[in-house]
């Protein structure tokens, strides 16, 4: 009969996730001192470093998504539904700061790496493809195509601006305000054509 589990592995993801959004050099033997358990606790657990930061970045990218989707889901216009979008980085670090700053600041295959358990790699192209759908949803709903090109656009707004402004300040009122702004303004200026075949 295997031993029970005394060891919380929530918390273990929740001091994770602090200590990479502080720093990516995380190790076994950090982040077992920082959490309290033995080292063997981890590799137990999640089979090794690099999984166990999978999981953290899982975790949060997960619920930042579903909060995403709830603004957007609540948006009263296209166009909010994308400024929401935009600002859920802000939301999010309001709700758990750690996990904002550490979607932000780091890039997950820099975090753990190409070698993980197929079912954990599965699971992060899950939600690399939730973003997608949203991205081609918020086009669709602004301009009635999900292409390239409009999804392109989409993408600027909800991903690259929100990238660059709250690069120092994720709370900050009036980057908020610039930041939605900015989203407006790119709207304003629809995506370039298809070209016809």
Not at 16 to 39: H, Y
Not at 74 to 83: F, G, K, L
Not at 93 to 106: E, F, N, Q, W
Request: net charge negative.
């Amino acid at each position: 009969m295997p031993r029970p589990r005394v060891h919380d592995l929530d918390a273990l993801l929740d001091v994770a996730e602090r200590l990479v959004a502080s720093s990516t050099d995380v190790t076994v033997r950090g982040l077992a001192a920082a959490a309290g358990v033995p080292n063997g606790t981890i590799y137990h657990a999640f089979g090794s470093l690099s999984a166990l930061l999978a999981q953290v970045w899982l975790r949060a990218a997960t619920a930042f998504l579903d909060l995403q989707t709830a603004l957007v889901d609540q948006a009263a216009s296209p166009v909010e539904a994308v400024v929401a979008a935009a600002d859920t980085p802000a939301v999010f670090a309001s709700l758990r700061p750690d996990g904002a700053r550490m979607l932000l600041a780091v890039k997950g295959d820099r975090l753990f790496g190409p070698e993980l358990p197929e079912e954990l790699a599965d699971a992060l192209h899950a939600v690399d493809k939730r973003l997608v759908a949203l991205l081609v949803r918020l086009a669709r709903q602004l301009w009635d195509r999900g292409d390239g090109l409009a999804v392109e656009v989409i993408t600027t707004c909800v991903v690259d601006l929100p990238t660059a402004f709250f690069r120092r300040d994720l709370t900050d009122p009036l980057v908020r305000e610039r930041l939605a702004a900015a989203v407006r303004a790119v709207l304003t200026v629809p995506p370039r054509e298809k070209d016809r075949p």
